[in-house]
């Protein structure tokens, strides 16, 4: 007879996130809107075990990314490559990587919709997908890579053209 001697967990934990695109034009009309899911790449999950469990250093604060690159993310991104291997587009207003910032989180779901972050455009260019990211420097490379999305299509953007950008990440018990 064979004992199964493996522990026994009666649920688990999963998350998911998501981030929601609203495309505008200068006028502020809107061309285009659709979301996608990320990958939560190891380097994000392993800093969220690192933070909770073994007291490492909780980033104060989260950037979006956009890149130009047709680049498929991979789970062993790192904040290290990911501008350079996706090709992080630079081509808007913002001195940095626009903030991520969330309101607290409710029902297990942490989000910035009430404060989207905005990408005002200098460049016509065609985007490929996003990232959220803890080091703010337009392709940095210190930091922490936590997710990552190609586009279902490419995304044309035009000079003074706005994205709106939203990140929704929900954590569960199954």
Wanted: glycine fraction near 8%; charge should be negative; hydrophobic fraction near 40%.
């Amino acid at each position: 007879m064979e004992l199964d001697l493996a522990p026994r967990i009666a649920g688990k934990l999963s998350g998911h996130g998501d981030f929601h695109f609203t495309h505008l034009n200068p006028q502020g009309e809107q061309i285009d809107e659709w979301d996608i899911h990320n990958l939560a790449v190891n380097q994000g999950l392993n800093d969220i075990l690192q933070v909770y469990f073994q007291g490492g250093t909780q980033k104060p604060s989260w950037f979006m990314g956009l890149f130009q690159g047709n680049y498929a993310p991979v789970a062993s991104d790192t904040a290290a490559n990911w501008a350079a291997n996706a090709t992080e587009c630079s081509s808007y207003s913002n001195a940095t990587r626009p903030a991520w910032t969330p309101a607290a989180p409710a029902a297990q779901i942490i989000t910035n919709t009430a404060a989207p972050s905005t990408f005002t455009f200098t460049a016509i260019v065609t985007l490929y997908g996003a990232a959220i990211v803890s080091n703010n420097v337009i392709g940095g490379t210190a930091g922490v890579l936590f997710s990552e999305a190609q586009f279902p299509t490419p995304k044309l953007v035009g000079v003074g053209d706005q994205l709106l950008v939203t990140y929704s990440y929900t954590i569960a018990s199954d």
